[in-house]
């Protein structure tokens, strides 16, 4: 079972707000939450104590650096041992054109992101993709366009109360 990390409902919207804009300073992030410098400063060393936040990473445009294209390449598998897995999927993680790698379930075992210049890159890397003796098949997909959502979605602990207990509540109070 997984160890989920409580938060706050302030924690959460310090998450949601460098989620949107990780260049934000402690000053910045204090007064949107309304906490003094230092206090805003403890929860996020604490955040990241937990693992709940591990960073922030720069956004790059590829587009400006030549790889115009992107395209997900889906795999199918051979074997589905744990280990041949594993050493795939570190193995495409070591690829420069690389994205992300997602372990999925239904007609294909792998789905690779990739950034490439053009389809003549394309074409090489998925004719390198099935030299590797676990991949039995695969499937490009073109990315014509794509859309970033920078939401977190709302732990159940700060969702709001359903409808029953927020009833409950009101017919216990009388």
């Known amino acids: 079972m997984a160890n989920h990390t409580a938060v ?5 919207e310090l998450l949601r ?4 804009d990780g260049r934000l300073s402690n000053k910045q992030l204090a007064a949107s939450v309304g906490l003094a410098p230092s206090s805003a400063h403890e929860r996020l060393k604490q955040l990241r104590a937990s693992g709940a936040y591990q960073g922030t990473h720069a956004e790059v445009d590829l587009k400006a650096l030549g790889f115009v294209l992107e395209a997900l390449i889906h795999i199918g598998l051979t074997k589905h041992k744990r280990n041949a897995v ?7 993680g070591s690829i420069p054109e690389v994205r992300q790698v997602f372990l999925v379930t239904g007609r ?6 990739v950034a490439i210049r053009d389809m003549e890159h394309l074409k090489n890397l998925a004719y390198d993709l099935t030299s590797h003796a676990t991949v039995e098949r695969l499937e490009t997909s073109v990315v014509f366009e794509a859309w970033k959502h920078y939401l977190l979605p709302v732990p159940a602990s700060l ?16």
Do not use: E, M, Q
């Open 8 to 12: 706050d409902r302030i924690s959460f």
């Open 108 to 113: 294909f075992d792998l789905i690779v992101h």
């Open 17 to 20: 707000l460098l989620t949107n």
């Open 86 to 92: 594993d050493a795939l999927a570190a193995k495409l």
């Open 159 to 174: 969702a709001a109360p359903s409808a029953t207990r927020a009833r409950r509540r009101r017919n216990n109070a009388r």
